[in-house]
């Protein structure tokens, strides 16, 4: 019975049974041992219907040992059966299907076996079955689940007749592996105690053990052999989420321990059941539930879950749904291979947004949301396939702040229906509005509109410069096929009338395009008028936002963007350039130059300039900015803060103020002096606050020199408030400068003991006048025309001596200039000695050379006219022969009295005297002169001497002619005097002496 042929025949004899029974190709290689005692089967083989498949069930060897005389007694005795390293393969199809489910036959029971030997007995009894060291492999191909368990050992035993056999058991994993799509997991323990019979079976204990996690089960069934078998189980499970983690590292961090409780009963066609989920707390990633819940009850026709429940995030979840496993074909819409149906719904409320913010892929730093958040989600579907699936849904966000920023109350409904997904909400005041495939089940494509967006309340969130306005933004958010394709967003932004610092700027475009975690900036334009200002460039969103941007001035007029610097100066220019932006979003540094031609600065015209610009945390520098005009040089070192705070120090280099003057326009000013001029400061340019110094030396006046002059001032409140001393210290100087429209200014000058040669130099009469003044000028105009002001000069007290006599005056000396118009309001000079008066004058002027028809001092309309009164009742004529151009007089008296009025084009001048008596010293002797009355009139350029007599040497003479006088020069004006005497006396008296 040892013998190969007889081995080979029972080899060959359970090949073709087995595979008879099991309806698949079985292979043994080899049969030894002993017929009657005992044999050993190795390398067995239950081939897939698939031939590229593993083997369903292959084992190395079976050994079985058994008393084959105990037949003569109908039992059948098995000492001992052993499967070594037995290995199943399981695999459910696409098609749902499982491979050893094909191993069973048809319409047979699977507690029974028809092989022939059955008939010869009655009773069966196997003492020792074993399996050592075997492996259960499971394999879903829809999902692409891999599951692998290794080390499984088992001793059982079989006993009793055939009609009521019975096999009781223990299972056990030692040492065994568990893998789950390539990742290992050691088995800590798998025991499970169990008895068999024919028409029932209980499992007294099953337990396994993974890491932290346990699996209990126990359970029994009765009537095995009846119609509707009757079966009662409970499952109780300690789920620790760091094992499943392990397992299922796609999870993320996870963390939790789960108490799961199953319980079902009844006949096995019509089990019904309910499940228990408890959490006290689960973490998952940064998110944490607190006091999870679930219950559900089960039946064969479905699952309902009555009730989840969860504190999450400060709030609380709360939910329920219903899986319908057997759906009517109404559920499902069509014959196909779905076998379920769900819907359900999930509330959230009063949940805290900045608790969910983890979940979102996006920098922290940039995204501090705090707010209540609540919100509903319907949902239903068919089967496991994710395109059937429909939500309707809404949030609201309540008391939010976006990085400290209030935001208004804001909600968003959508709906997901056939793979479309429909949004609309509102953020704050911006309305949001996105439609298309979400990307559930393929590509993501959906279109987006944002409209009413708050881009001053956008910049105050991301903290930036003030910048205001509101845009909209529209693009289209995509992704590519498979499941890692990278997510991308393209869109226009645009804001049509920005500001910035609450100054308009122009309107603002921005292409950008956004890729793996990076914002691509394709083109931002900035256009205000003749101005373009172009950037592009890249912004990473990690961290801080790392930023790389080149920043274009093509051109841009400087006047457009003045009153960024805190005022709307009358600064003008062209400027280009480039400025490489880079840094983060939150520490922005950048450098670069600019190019300004054409520049004008309070109408000074410069020449071109080169601006340096460097950025260092948002902090904007001007490094030695050389400032030039007509050569003229001054260095400015600036500091600009994103709140606006600056610092500014400007000196400048010894500079003529003649060229300035030029440059300013003014080629007749003729005041010079070298200037030097320092500024510096350090507030915020929305209460600016400058400190500036003027130093005038070698100060002249149309060459005639001055005393030097030097100034301090303060601007603030949008003025320069400035004081100083010149004149050898004589005058005090204050004034103010207002930073508005025209520049308005006023200057006020209080003089002691004021020195007048160099403003009598001024005026070609140095050689005749000397002295002294007190008293002050007042100034006050526009500086962007500095045609216009008004001049007041009130002067108490002056001493003028003229060749040793002492004039002085009596009363203040006021003259204006008002409206175009010089007033002489008062002027008087009187002889000190006697008090006789020399002048007394007064009228107005109109500017020579001005305005045509500047306004009236009158009325207010334009005239170009003067009017003048200059006369005096008396007084002494010694020592003013120089003046008149006489020979010395010895003495006598005069009065007269000058008017004038009309035009300088066509003036009407009179003058009128009376000396009674006038006495000249000749080298020939004293001359008398008496009775001369006479006047001249002014006529076509020449002042006509109307004919007059006087009493020469007792003598009467007639006199005419004219005088052509140079108001250049006074003594060197032309007299032409024509005199006539018909009878001249030689005899008089006067004449003998």
């Known amino acids: 019975m040892r013998s190969s042929y007889v081995l080979n025949r029972v080899r060959l004899v359970l090949e073709v049974q087995l595979q008879k029974q099991l309806k698949h190709s079985v292979t043994i290689e080899s049969i030894s041992g002993n017929v009657f005692t005992g044999l050993n089967i190795r390398s067995i083989e239950i081939a897939d219907e698939i031939p590229e498949n593993p083997p369903l069930i292959s084992l190395d060897e079976i050994r079985i040992r058994y008393r084959l005389w105990s037949l003569a007694r109908g039992k059948f005795l098995v000492t001992q059966l052993h499967f070594i390293h037995p290995q199943i393969n399981t695999r459910i199809g696409v098609d749902r299907t499982i491979n050893l489910a094909k191993l069973i036959p048809k319409g047979e029971s699977g507690t029974s076996a028809n092989f022939p030997f059955q008939l010869l007995i009655s009773d069966i009894n196997i003492e020792d079955i074993s399996i050592e060291n075997g492996i259960i492999n499971f394999e879903d191909e829809s999902s692409a689940l891999r599951v692998a368990i290794g080390g499984i050992y088992s001793r059982s035993r079989i006993d009793g007749p055939l009609s009521n056999w019975k096999y009781g058991g223990h299972l056990e994993v030692r040492d065994g592996r568990f893998e789950l799509n390539g990742v290992e997991t050691k088995i800590d323990e798998f025991t499970a105690e169990f008895e068999l019979q024919k028409n029932r079976s209980t499992l007294h204990s099953l337990r396994l053990a993974l890491g ?16 509707s078998p009757q079966v009662k189980t409970q499952i109780q499970i300690t789920l620790d989420l760091r094992d499943v983690q392990e397992i299922l590292s796609t999870l993320g961090q996870i963390e939790g321990v789960a108490e799961v409780d199953v319980e079902a009963s009844g006949p096995l066609s019509e089990v019904v059941g309910t499940i228990g989920i408890s ?45 319908d496993l057997h759906p009517t074909k109404d ?48 949902f239903s579907g068919t089967g496991a396939d994710l395109r059937s699936i429909n939500l309707d849904g809404n949030l609201q966000l309540d008391n939010a702040t976006l990085n400290g920023v209030p935001i208004l109350r804001s909600a968003a409904r959508y709906q997901l229906s056939d793979e479309l997904l429909s949004i609309t909400a509102n953020f704050d005041d911006a309305q949001i509005e996105m439609n298309g495939t979400p990307g559930i089940t393929g590509p993501h494509d959906m279109d987006l509109n944002i409209t009413r967006i708050d881009i001053g309340k ?34 226009l932004f645009r804001v049509p009338e920005a500001t910035l610092y609450e100054v308009p700027i122009g309107v603002l475009t921005t292409d950008f395009r956004y890729n793996e975690n990076k914002v691509f900036l394709n083109s931002i334009r900035l256009v205000k008028g003749e101005s373009e200002l172009t950037a592009d460039g890249v ?3 990690e961290e801080d936002t790392p930023i790389d941007l080149k920043v274009r001035a093509q051109p841009i007029q400087i006047a457009d963007y003045v009153k960024l610097a805190g005022d ?5 220019g062209i400027a280009t350039g480039e400025l490489v932006l880079d840094g983060t979003l939150v520490r922005l540094n950048g450098r670069g130059t600019l190019q300004i031609e054409n520049a004008k600065a309070w109408e000074l015209a410069l020449d071109p300039l080169t601006l340096p610009l460097e950025i260092e945390n948002y902090v904007v520098k001007i490094p030695d900015f050389n400032l030039l005009t007509r050569g003229q040089r001054g260095v400015l070192n600036a500091q600009l803060e994103p709140n606006q705070d600056y610092v500014v120090d400007f000196q400048s280099k010894s500079m003529r103020l003649a060229e300035i003057a030029i440059a300013r326009g003014m080629d007749d000013f003729l005041l010079d002096a070298d200037l030097v001029v320092t500024a510096n400061g350090q507030a915020n340019a929305a209460d600016p606050l400058v400190n500036v110094t003027f130093d005038f030396s070698n100060v002249t006046y149309a060459g005639n020199p001055l005393e030097d002059v030097y100034i301090t001032g303060i601007y603030r409140d949008n003025a320069l408030n400035f004081e100083g001393m010149g004149f050898n210290d004589t005058c005090q100087i204050r004034g103010v400068l207002e930073s508005v429209t025209g520049s308005p200014y006023q200057i006020v000058v209080d003089g002691r003991g004021v020195d007048l040669l160099p403003f009598l130099r001024i005026f070609n009469v140095a050689d005749y006048f000397t002295g002294t003044a007190d008293g002050s000028v007042e100034i006050e105009g526009m500086l962007e025309d500095l045609s216009k002001f008004k001049f007041q000069m009130s002067l108490p007290k002056v001493a003028l001596d003229v060749n040793g006599r002492q004039l002085t005056n009596p009363d203040p000396i006021r003259i204006a200039f008002v409206d175009d118009l010089w007033h002489i309001q008062s002027l008087v000079f009187a002889d000190t000695r006697d008090g006789s008066p020399f002048l007394n004058a007064e009228g107005f002027f109109p500017i020579p050379g001005g305005q045509k028809f500047p306004p009236s001092h009158h009325d207010s309309e334009t005239t170009n006219t003067f009017s003048f009164n200059v006369e005096s009742d008396g007084f002494p004529l010694e020592g003013l022969s120089y003046l008149l151009g006489l020979p010395p007089l010895l003495s006598g008296n005069a009065s007269y009295k000058f008017t004038g009025a009309g035009t300088y084009e066509a003036p009407q001048l009179a003058l009128n005297w009376n000396i009674p008596d006038l006495v000249l010293q000749t080298p020939i002797g004293q001359i008398p002169i008496r009775k001369a009355v006479g006047a001249l009139v002014y006529e076509e350029g020449s002042l006509n001497v109307e004919s007059f007599d006087l009493f020469l040497l007792d003598n009467p003479i007639e006199v005419q002619g004219n005088l052509q006088i140079n108001l250049a020069s006074l003594p060197s004006s032309q007299l032409n005097l024509h005199a006539s005497c018909p009878n001249f006396r030689l005899d008089t008296r006067e004449f003998q002496n």
């Open 212 to 227: 932290n996690s346990l699996l209990t089960v126990a359970g029994e069934a009765n009537a095995l052999g009846e119609q």
């Open 279 to 323: 959490l006290p707390v689960v973490r998952l990633n940064a998110l944490q539930f607190e006091n999870f819940t679930l219950q559900a009850e089960f039946t064969p026709r479905g699952v309902k879950v009555t009730n989840i429940d969860a504190l999450f995030a400060s709030g609380r979840l709360k939910g329920a749904a219903a899986i």
């Open 331 to 378: 559920k499902l819409q069509e014959e196909d291979s779905q076998r379920l149906a769900y819907e359900g719904w999930v509330q959230l409320n009063s949940l805290r947004a900045e608790q969910l913010l983890p979940i979102i892929d996006f920098p922290q730093t940039l995204l501090d949301l705090k707010a209540d958040l609540d919100g509903k989600v319907q």
């Open 458 to 491: 956008l910049s105050r969130i991301l903290q930036l410069p003030d910048l205001a306005g509101e845009g909209t933004l529209t693009g289209k958010s995509s992704t590519g096929i498979g499941n890692f394709a990278p997510y991308s967003l393209q869109g």
């Open 539 to 541: 912004a990473h969103m």
């Open 568 to 572: 709307d100066y009358p600064i003008e």
